[in-house]
């Protein structure tokens, strides 16, 4: 019933910006945090950024001063702002939320930063 569907995803060069987008559909009840997840060919999935329903954020380190994440007024969209995007950051990017008892997530969207 409940339906993630992410976007934004592309081919950017290094030092490029991208904006990763997450629309949810059906019933979420209380949603807790929303966040993005991403993974790498022969990598584990990681924790790239997350946002709270308090509004508090965490991010990776490695992209902390880099990506911004953000709820709009819409209760059921994240965005991911990437900035100053650098070839170690492809990978497929996942969007999560967390109910207060239920987990969902996309089926992810490619980035690539790449010349």
């Known amino acids: 019933q409940v339906q993630l569907a992410e976007s934004g995803g592309g081919l950017v060069q290094p030092g490029g910006s991208l904006r990763l987008s997450c629309a949810a559909s059906g019933n979420i009840f209380r949603i807790a945090r929303m966040g993005w997840y991403r993974q790498a060919p022969g990598k584990e999935r990681e924790l790239v950024a997350v946002?709270?329903?308090?509004?508090?954020?965490n991010y990776a380190a490695s992209v902390k001063g880099r990506f911004t994440i953000s709820r709009p007024n819409a209760k059921n969209t994240v965005y991911l702002q990437m900035n100053s995007l650098k070839p170690e950051d492809t990978a497929v990017y996942y969007c999560?939320?967390?109910?207060?008892?239920?987990?969902?997530w996309g089926k992810g969207t490619l980035v690539n930063v790449s010349s």
């Open positions: 999560n939320i967390h109910g207060n008892v239920m987990e969902y």
């Open positions: 946002i709270w329903s308090s509004g508090g954020t």
